[in-house]
């Protein structure tokens, strides 16, 4: 473990949490130690995170990684909500939601497509399953067409894909990754940090319990086999100098809007992750090969969030002082008057 | 010719939906109000965009009753799809001002007919061909004019006031209500005994507001700074002017930046949700809903009330169940909202009875929601949300804002990052919490609505949970001595009366009525749930009290009944209305008088 201290001052260990209450092996509790990885490296300052999630196994884990930010377990499907509203109140904090596929793509849906309409500035992380792990296994919303269940049950119903209906309403970041594949969590975590806008983040993460047998294309075996990236993801965070030794022609640099950089290494064909046709048809592409695509799909670091679409100040809302917030004596009674 | 009644008639307009009616009638109601007359106005609409029957109630009293009448004195007839239907509700010797093309062959004999080519007048008259149809019905208010004798500076000032903000539209339609007044004069001589005469007094710094935007007003001056809702009737308005009042008074003028953030959500569980978040992050939080909104947000609100997060959620009444008469008032969701979400919940629910309550309590809610940490329900209704009331000038507030036991980052070092979210250290079931981005390692904590222990850590532990749900009992406890306390009118009067809400016009005037018929009853008004221990004792002090209220099982009088000493609850009687009419006066005085008949 390192002691180093990052740019905020603090060791790795300040961004662990409580120990954490899923199954061991679960693809959860590696995405928790890439969030830890990711927030100490980008430096996070724990108090101006606020973990944001919904319900189910993904939902806990928010207690597992900063314990010292604070964190907000709501109801099932509305994190994006109380996210907004959260967001709203404080331009300052850093809004990092944690959900899953049920959450998602089931009871959450609704929430879900809004949050991104609005461009709404958070993380949006999807631990992607495919199952319902804490009511014992039920087929999820994200479950393939054919997958089969634990005890033998088939999904006869055409999944919904989390990252293909963010980009058909034109979400600002799009990515999807395996939770066993931390070289690319990492810096795909921090690039959603430092994006200003809705970040989807779909993460594949096999549910040991329920979900990881022959038959499940969420299990770490399926998964290992069929991952195809569509490019090595860099991130290079604004504090640091840009330094890519890489050919020419070879990568691609997307600046963010705080001045950091993703740097995506050409691997096969190329995929410009600017062009939203083109991030729609790799999926596509890949789920008529039986692939897992992965990796940036998709960022437009132009559009406005939804703060500065509604021209709300930087400095917090909950912060303005009585004085700006009441009307004066004589705005009051003037206006009164007008009701005479 | 009988003799004159003066200052004491209710003009029923009978119009379709969607003809640009309304403006004529609020017309007409200004006009009046001018005059130094009070004034109270009644909408009765349909759920409909254009072409439904609805009507206008404009009642007049000496006294300012704001009751709605249960009788018509004068009907103002322009809708043929109901015009033997309204004909039946004026009362014998009224008047009747009628499209002239509406047939009175045997039709009643005891009522006075001013026939009126309306439609045409404006064929011939209104020269303005895309607002014809709108300025027709400036027309009948011009007839009433001349019939009741409104003097033309009061209509002028009438037509003014009601497009202040549009003054171009002043001249044509001050043009069309003179082609009404004309004819009047022109082709009637005066048969019915009604007229208008100014008063001295009777107004005199009093205003015409209706309750939403009160309550709109309430908000604004509470410190709102985070406003999510989704459109629904009768609750939609209390938002609307919050945009508008907000594009007013809350634009940094230097930066154009918005000191408020108000969002129209995709439905009534994200509406909620979102305030929810911005009331745990420290803002001042509104919803408003009606209907079925309501119970979509049951389940945010058990989140709210057990995770302890401030945040005031407006229901304005409608009547239902399920969709119900969307346009229609009632007070039936007290006992719903009051527990409202599963498990053992029990929320601070705060009934304004007046326009100026509404603004009051509309304000003073953010304070009690910050106060206590827990959702603060401000329950109106469409009656008092969306009709215009006469009410004394609002007061400006004169305590400054309570933003509860929040804790800074120089408490925290204080207290050597001592704390514990859900720790009870002053025994009043109310504890100290910390916003996100207080810089002190210690503030953080992880706010859930699964079982919690002091320390906000996850627990199922039997003990925890049960210390914590009585602590909760406890917060509200101490919430109960602080909140509105009911208001008594007492003259040791043998028997009562309790009701809140928009009930309370019927019962002043129900309560002269009584009076004047030689049977004084005493009145107290509840304002807030959980109730006062007054309630109690008020019953105590009267041998029958009875308990008035909109809904159709009681439920006003069941919370009173849980919440007396079992000597009391006899004496306790109901008298409910339900038909999504606001109650008249004589709902209350006929089943009083008797019941009272009947021996105890």
């Not at chain 1, 039986?290 to 930087?314: R, S």
């Not at chain 2, 159709?552 to 009419?581: K, M």
């Amino acid at each position: 473990m390192s002691t180093a201290l990052n740019r905020a001052g603090l060791a790795r260990d300040a961004y662990k949490g409580a120990a954490t209450t899923l199954c061991a092996g679960c693809g959860h509790n590696s995405i928790t130690n890439h969030m830890v990885k990711a927030l100490y490296e980008l430096g996070v300052e724990p108090h101006l995170l606020a973990k944001m999630s919904g319900i189910g196994c993904s939902s806990k884990t928010p207690a597992y990684f900063v314990e010292t930010a604070h964190g907000f377990n709501g109801v099932h499907g509305r994190m994006p909500s109380l996210t907004t509203g959260a967001h709203l109140a404080n331009r300052q904090l850093i809004m990092l939601g944690v959900s899953g596929d049920g959450d998602t793509a089931s009871i959450g849906l609704g929430q879900f497509l809004h949050m991104i309409r609005r461009n709404v500035d958070c993380t949006y992380i999807i631990e992607d399953n495919g199952t319902y792990g804490l009511t014992k296994g039920q087929f999820s919303a994200t479950a393939d067409l054919g997958s089969v269940q634990k005890k033998g049950a088939v999904n006869t119903f055409q999944p919904i894909d989390p990252c293909a209906v963010a980009l058909a309403l034109g979400c600002s970041f799009v990515a999807r990754s395996f939770s066993g594949d931390g070289k690319q969590v990492v810096p795909l975590i921090k690039a959603a940090i430092a994006h200003r806008g809705t970040a989807i983040l779909d993460i594949i993460s096999p549910c040991v319990t329920f979900n990881d047998h022959d038959g499940s294309t969420k299990s770490y075996s399926w998964v290992k086999d069929h991952e195809e990236s569509i490019a090595d993801v860099s991130f290079i965070p604004f504090f640091e100098e840009v330094h890519v030794d890489y050919e020419p022609g070879t990568v691609r640099d997307v600046q963010l809007h705080d001045g950091s950089h993703i740097v995506l290494k050409k691997l096969g064909e190329d995929h410009d992750p600017t062009d939203r046709q083109a991030a729609i048809k790799v999926i596509e592409e890949g789920r008529a090969e039986g692939h897992l695509v992965t990796g940036l799909l998709y960022v437009d670091t132009k559009m406005d969030d939804f703060a500065t679409t509604e021209h709300i100040p930087q400095r917090p809302l909950k912060d303005l002082s009585q004085d700006e917030l009441r009307l004066s004596r004589d705005q009051f009674s003037q206006f009164m008057s007008e009701f005479a | 010719m009988t003799e004159p009644i003066v200052n004491d008639l209710t003009i029923q307009a009978a119009t379709v939906n969607g003809s640009g009616s309304q403006t004529a009638n609020l017309v007409l109601t200004r006009a009046i109000f001018h005059m130094g007359i009070p004034v109270a106005p009644k909408n009765v609409f349909p759920s409909n965009i254009e072409g439904l029957p609805t009507w206008y109630q404009l009642r007049i009293t000496p006294e300012g009753h704001m009751a709605r009448s249960d009788k018509v004195d004068i009907l103002v007839a322009f809708n043929v799809a109901t015009w033997r239907e309204d004909l039946k509700t004026v009362r014998p010797g009224g008047a009747v001002i009628h499209e002239e093309a509406f047939s009175t062959a045997e039709a009643r004999t005891d009522v006075t007919y001013y026939a009126v080519p309306f439609a045409k007048l404006a064929k011939s008259k209104i020269q303005n061909d895309t607002l014809r149809k709108q300025l027709a019905n400036m027309i009948y208010v011009g007839v009433v004019a001349g019939l009741l004798g409104i003097p033309w500076e009061a209509v002028e000032h009438g037509v003014r006031r009601q497009f202040l903000t549009k003054p171009k539209a002043v001249p044509v339609n001050l043009d069309a209500i003179k082609v009404g007044y004309d004819y009047w004069q022109d082709n009637f001589s005066k048969q019915d005994p009604y007229r208008l005469e100014p008063m001295q007094g009777a107004v005199e710094g009093k205003v015409l507001v209706e309750g939403n935007q009160a309550a709109a007003l309430g908000a604004l001056m509470g410190g709102v700074t985070v406003v999510a809702w989704y459109p629904i009737t009768p609750s939609s308005s209390l938002c609307e002017y919050l945009v508008a009042y907000a594009d007013r008074f809350r634009v940094d003028t230097a930066t154009g930046e918005k000191l408020i953030s108000v969002v129209q959500a995709e439905d009534e569980l994200a509406a909620v949700g979102m305030a929810i978040g911005a009331g745990w992050a420290g803002a001042r939080a509104m919803t408003s809903t009606s209907g079925p909104g309501i119970s979509l947000m049951a389940e945010f609100s058990g989140l709210a009330y057990y995770a302890e997060v401030p945040v005031v959620i407006f229901d304005i009444q409608r009547i239902g169940p399920s969709t119900g008469l969307p346009t229609r008032t009632s007070q039936a969701d007290l006992g719903f909202v009051y527990t409202l979400s599963h498990g053992d919940t029990k929320h601070v629910v705060l009934l304004p009875g007046t326009v100026e309550e509404c603004y009051e309590l509309a304000r003073d809610a953010f304070d009690y929601a910050d106060r206590f940490q827990t959702p603060v329900f401000v329950l109106s209704d469409l009656d008092l949300g969306m009709n215009l009331w006469m009410t004394p000038e609002f007061k400006y507030p004169d305590k400054p804002l309570d933003r509860g036991k929040v804790l800074s980052k120089d408490d925290l070092e204080r207290l050597a990052g001592e704390w514990a979210r859900y720790r009870d250290v002053d025994g009043d079931g109310v504890t100290y919490r910390t916003l996100p981005g207080t810089d002190h390692p210690a503030a953080g904590y992880f706010t859930r609505g699964s079982g919690h222990d002091e320390m906000a850590r996850y627990t199922e532990g039997a003990d925890a949970y049960a210390r914590n749900m009585d602590r909760l009992s406890r917060k509200l406890e101490t919430a109960r001595h602080v909140l509105p306390a009911p208001l008594a009118d007492e003259a040791g009067a043998p028997i009562a009366l309790i009701a809140f809400g928009s009930t309370h016009a019927a019962v002043v005037e129900a309560r002269e009525t009584l009076a004047a018929s030689g049977k004084p009853v005493d009145y107290l008004r509840i304002r807030a749930l959980p109730l006062s221990d007054d309630v109690a004792e008020f019953v105590r002090r009267h041998d029958h009290v009875y308990v008035v209220e909109q809904n159709r099982d009681g439920q006003l009088f069941d919370l009173i009944r849980l919440a007396l000493p079992a000597e009391l609850v006899g004496r306790l009687r109901s008298i409910r209305h339900y038909n999504g009419q606001p109650i008249p006066a004589v709902a209350i005085t006929e089943p009083l008088m008797q019941l009272e008949a009947v021996p105890a």
